[in-house]
């Protein structure tokens, strides 16, 4: 005997599926450090989702979808014995412009984008996966304590210590290089890839 979803069921997968796929992967991806790899590991995320009932995760579908999906990207991690890589930046994908900007602003933009992207990068890893989960794919606190395991008071020390380092590492480096100053948690949050 198989199992047959029911209709709404099936509408409430199809709905997380549209909804949290492309989020899932740059997560899995960034942790993993191999885009196969990734994709493995939120098919594995989106098998389970398919065993759970939809009442029992009532307003906590994100939160339960990105913690399985961590704990899912870690053990593949572990088992191979490797560390994260940093995901590649796809800053030029991340525009819904019709018209490309001039190639000054362009160049200056990228250059501005991958400076962000560095300091992001030598923040303690805590202080990235909260960052990105808090900018990248818009969790709550709340949701990034569960995912993470972390105390909320600690997913907002850690969020706001990180964002406070970029932002003095970059006004240094403004000081040095002539950087543009005043970058904000949105402007982060616009290049994170």
């Known amino acids: 005997m198989s199992f047959k979803p029911v209709p709404r069921t099936a509408d409430w997968m199809s709905s997380a599926l549209e909804r949290f796929e492309s989020r ?9 450090g191999d885009s196969e790899e990734a994709r493995d590991v939120v098919q594995d995320t989106f098998l389970k989702l398919c065993r759970q009932n939809p009442e ?4 906590r579908l994100a939160q339960w979808l990105y913690t399985v999906c961590r704990n899912q990207a870690l053990d593949v991690r572990r088992r191979q014995g490797r560390r994260a890589a940093a995901a590649p930046d796809d800053v030029a994908n991340s525009g819904g412009f019709s018209r490309e900007p001039p190639p000054p602003e362009t160049a200056a933009r990228s250059d ?3 400076q962000i992207h560095h300091e992001l990068d030598r923040l303690t890893p805590d202080q990235q996966e909260c960052i990105r989960l808090k900018f990248q794919h818009e969790l709550s606190y709340q949701e990034i304590s569960a995912v993470t395991g ?3 008071s600690n997913v907002g ?4 210590t990180g964002l ?3 932002r003095e590492r ?3 480096r403004a000081a040095r290089e002539s950087f543009p100053e ?8 616009r290049t994170l890839p």
């Open 170 to 172: 970059l006004a240094r």
């Open 157 to 160: 020390f850690l969020i706001h």
């Open 24 to 32: 899932l992967l740059r997560y899995a991806q960034r942790i993993v």
């Open 112 to 114: 501005s984008v991958a």
């Open 182 to 189: 005043g970058v904000s948690p949105a402007v982060i949050h």
């Open 56 to 59: 029992e995760l009532n307003g």
């Open 164 to 166: 406070k380092c970029v």
């Open 150 to 152: 972390l105390s909320v």
